[in-house]
Structures are given as C-alpha cells and as structure tokens.
C-alpha cells in the first residue's frame, strides 16, 4: 500500500482544482461561442427580413 504524504496530498488536490477550472473555462467557452453563433443567426434572420 502507498502512504502519500501532506505534501503530495496537497498536490494531488491543487492538481484536481485546477483540472476542474480547465474543464469549466473549457465548457463556458463552447456556451458562449454557441451563444454568439445563434444570435448571428437571428441577426441573420432578422437582416434577411429587412432586405
């Protein structure tokens, strides 16, 4: 059996935050872009009934 240490435990820890912000900065990039391309599409829609 291993025995990590408070050191490596504090790591193991500091690694899995960070890995879970990546995740979350990742997931609300790909929102938002899905937001922006749906508002052109409106804009789009839109425009096409002014022409």
């Given at each position: 059996?291993?025995?990590?240490?408070?050191?490596q435990?504090?790591?193991?820890?500091?690694?899995?935050?960070?890995?879970?912000?990546?995740?979350?900065?990742?997931?609300?990039?790909?929102?938002?872009a899905?937001?922006?391309?749906?508002?052109a599409?409106?804009?789009?829609?839109?425009?096409?009934?002014?022409?």
């Amino acid at each position: 059996m291993n025995i990590l240490t408070p050191t490596q435990l504090k790591t193991i820890a500091a690694e899995k935050t960070l890995i879970a912000r990546l995740v979350n900065i990742n997931k609300t990039k790909r929102r938002r872009a899905a937001e922006d391309q749906a508002e052109a599409k409106r804009q789009a829609v839109i425009d096409g009934v002014q022409l």
